[in-house]
Structure formats: structure tokens, C-alpha cells
């Protein structure tokens, strides 16, 4: 099975600070990947998909790029309501493996 | 929106089955898939149901000890995990599949396995 990798696991940055979030995959899967959002204590929600689409209603500080086995998830201008787990998760066969999650939090 | 049944307590070597509720879309024209949250850990998906024909893909973690079913005629997707154990312990989510994409989610199900 391919793996999901997300580096950081975790990170802290300031409030309008420009974020990055990376995903590797371990076997090529084109542009097959999502990112979600979990709010602590909340249920995941959907950012992007086909790796740069932005779900409707997603702020547009948000951001995705890649193709193949690199991935990454940016955030232009981190806002305190962006504290949470970012996961990426391939979806171009099953299994639709997760990333392991990368905390964001504010200094 | 989608409605998961509530708390469960097992012990180990139990089964478990939990329910999710569909509303506000045509149940029939999306799948379903199940993803499970150790305490503090990361996401886990579990496999997916094809709601036109029944199809199934389970993670192969899960192999032979899952089984995940639709209803059509009340809109409502099972998930049943047999010979539980203690790091089965999680919270479970349905979430509804578009394009293979999980778009919308239940609000999850803690079940914890304890003697």
C-alpha cells in the first residue's frame, strides 16, 4: 500500500504568518489528494481536493500544490481560527490512506 | 446531515455495530465510507460501501472483522467491527463519499472496548 507522509507534525507560528504544511507520498498518485481540517473536539472537514481545488466556502488563504509524490498545503496568512490537524489523505484507489497530521498552533 | 447512533461500551472480543442516518440528499446516489480517531491520534480509514450495488473495499487492517452495510428504504449505513479489542477503542465516523471524496461527516461514535 502507498504511504501518506506529513511533515511537520506539528508547528507554531504567528497570527498572519505563512504556513506550510508538506505530504509525500510513497508511490506516485497524479493529483489525488485531499486535505482536511479538524477543529479540536470537532469532525473533520474538507479544504481541498485534486490537490490545489478549493471545497466551496473554504477561505482563500488557503492554498494546495503538487503532482505525483509531493504535496503541500499553505496557509497565506494564518488566522487563530485555523488552529487544528491538518491530515492529507490519497484517494486514487483504495486504500485512502491518511497522513499521520500536522498540529498548527498560534505563538 | 448525518446522524450517528450513540456511546458504546464492549469488552473485548464483543461486537459492535453502529448506525449513521442520512438526510437531505439522495441517500442512493453516494457512497459511504468509515474512518476511525484513536484517543489523540490521527485519522484511519476503515473502507467504503458502494451504495448502488453493495460493493465493498475494506482497509486490509480490517479484513475479516468488518462488515459495512446500507438501507436503503431508511437511508442508514451500518458499520460492524467483531472480536473487538482494547485499541479499538475510538471514536467512528461515517462520512458520505463524493468522487471518492469524503465531503460530508457524522458527528462520530465513541466506542470503547474495556473489561
Known amino acids: 500500500d502507498i504511504q501518506m507522509t506529513q511533515s511537520p507534525s506539528s508547528l507554531s507560528a504567528s497570527v498572519g504568518d505563512r504556513v506550510t504544511i508538506t505530504c509525500r507520498a510513497s508511490q506516485g498518485i497524479a493529483n489525488y489528494l485531499a486535505w482536511y481540517q479538524q477543529k479540536p473536539g470537532k469532525v473533520p472537514k474538507l479544504l481541498i481536493y485534486?490537490?490545489?481545488t478549493l471545497q466551496s466556502g473554504v477561505p482563500s488563504r488557503f492554498s494546495g500544490s503538487g503532482f505525483g509524490t509531493d504535496f503541500t498545503l499553505t496557509i497565506s496568512s494564518l488566522q487563530p481560527e485555523d488552529v487544528a490537524t491538518y491530515y492529507c489523505?490519497?484517494?486514487?484507489?483504495?486504500?485512502?490512506?491518511f497522513g499521520q497530521g500536522t498540529k498548527v498552533e498560534i505563538k | 446531515q448525518l446522524v450517528q447512533s450513540g456511546a458504546e461500551v464492549k469488552k473485548p472480543g464483543a461486537s459492535v455495530k453502529v448506525s449513521c442516518k442520512a438526510s437531505?440528499?439522495?441517500?442512493?446516489?453516494?457512497?459511504i465510507s468509515w474512518v476511525r480517531q484513536a484517543p489523540g491520534q490521527g485519522l484511519e480509514w476503515m473502507g467504503w460501501i458502494r451504495n448502488y450495488n453493495g460493493n465493498t473495499n475494506y482497509a486490509q487492517k480490517f479484513q475479516g472483522r468488518v462488515t459495512m452495510t446500507t438501507d436503503s428504504s431508511t437511508s442508514t449505513a451500518y458499520m460492524e467491527l467483531t472480536n473487538l479489542r482494547s485499541d479499538d477503542t475510538a471514536v467512528y465516523f461515517c462520512?458520505?463519499?463524493?468522487?471518492?471524496?469524503?465531503?460530508?461527516w457524522g458527528q462520530g461514535t465513541l466506542v470503547t472496548v474495556s473489561s
Open positions: 489523505q490519497k484517494y486514487n484507489s483504495a486504500p485512502w490512506t
Open positions: 462520512a458520505r463519499v463524493f468522487v471518492s471524496l469524503c465531503d460530508y
Open positions: 437531505g440528499y439522495t441517500f442512493s446516489t453516494y457512497d
Open positions: 485534486t490537490a490545489s
